[in-house]
């Protein structure tokens, strides 16, 4: 199997509007772009990071 890394789906529930600008950005960064979007990511230290950054507008599916 080539593709058998972990990946983590991430749900944005809340919007940033009104958040601090590092935090809209890590949003973007996680490609998520209006609310309910998802996004498919490989589970790496860094992207763990930055969900934790901005846990309280995303969601882990």
Do not use: F, Q
Request: no cysteine.
């Amino acid at each position: 199997m080539a593709d058998d890394k972990k990946t983590l789906k991430v749900k944005l529930v809340r919007s940033p509007i009104g958040t601090r600008a590092d935090h809209r950005a890590t949003v973007r960064g996680l490609g998520l772009r209006g609310m309910n979007s998802e996004s498919v990511l490989e589970d790496t230290p860094a992207v763990r990071g930055m969900i934790n950054k901005v846990s309280y507008l995303v969601k882990v599916l």
